[in-house]
C-alpha cells in the first residue's frame, strides 16, 4: 500500500514539470482530412479534371488521399507533395512559386527534399493556427489545383471554425 501511495505522489508532482516541457498544438483530424479530399476531387471532377487530393496534417504527414479513377499516376505524388509543401511552409504554394520566380534568393526553395512549389497546396486553417494543408494534383494549371482546394475549404468551411 505504501509503495502505490508512494508511486501517486510521484506522479501527481512530476506532472507539472512533464506539462511544462510538452506542447499541445492543434491539428486536422482524419474525418475532416478525408472529407476535404473527397470534396477537391468531386470540385475539379465538376470542371472536367481528373485530379488527387491529399491532405496532411499539420507536420506535413499524409493523412488521407484521393485519386479520381481517370487522374493520371503521377497526380497522387503531386498532391502530396504539394499539401506537403503547403504545411511545411504555413503558405499557399501558389505564392510560393511566384516568390521563387521573382525573387533569385528564393529560388533554393524548390531543392528542399520533398517540396514541389507549383500552385494547388493551400494550407488548412482554423483561426490563425495552420492544421494541415490540401493539395490537389492534375488539373492543366496549378490555379485550377489550388481552385478545387479552395473549394474543397469552403464547402467544409463549417467545420474549420
Do not use: W
Not at 470540385?43 to 488527387?52: E, I, L, M, W
Not at 496534417?57 to 488521399?65: E, K, M, N, T, W
Not at 482554423?126 to 475549404?153: H, R, S, Y
Amino acid at each position: 500500500m505504501k509503495h502505490i501511495v508512494l508511486a501517486a505522489a510521484l506522479a501527481l508532482s512530476a506532472a507539472p514539470a512533464f506539462a511544462e516541457d510538452t506542447v499541445s498544438l492543434p491539428s486536422i483530424g482524419t474525418d475532416l482530412a478525408v472529407d476535404l479530399a473527397k470534396a477537391a476531387v468531386e470540385a475539379c471532377k465538376a470542371d472536367g479534371y481528373n485530379v488527387a487530393a491529399a491532405v496532411t496534417d499539420r507536420s506535413g504527414v499524409l493523412i488521407a488521399l484521393v485519386r479520381a479513377e481517370n487522374a493520371g499516376a503521377h497526380t497522387a505524388n503531386a498532391a502530396t507533395a504539394k499539401a506537403y509543401t503547403s504545411a511545411s511552409s504555413r503558405n499557399p504554394t501558389s505564392g510560393m512559386a511566384k516568390t521563387v520566380a521573382e525573387n533569385p534568393g528564393a529560388a533554393g526553395l524548390v531543392d528542399i527534399p520533398g517540396f514541389l512549389v507549383l500552385a494547388g497546396g493551400v494550407p488548412v486553417k482554423v483561426g490563425k493556427a495552420t492544421i494541415g494543408a490540401i493539395g490537389v494534383g492534375g488539373a492543366p494549371g496549378g490555379q485550377f489545383d489550388e481552385a478545387c482546394a479552395n473549394k474543397a475549404l469552403e464547402a467544409q468551411a463549417k467545420r474549420l471554425k
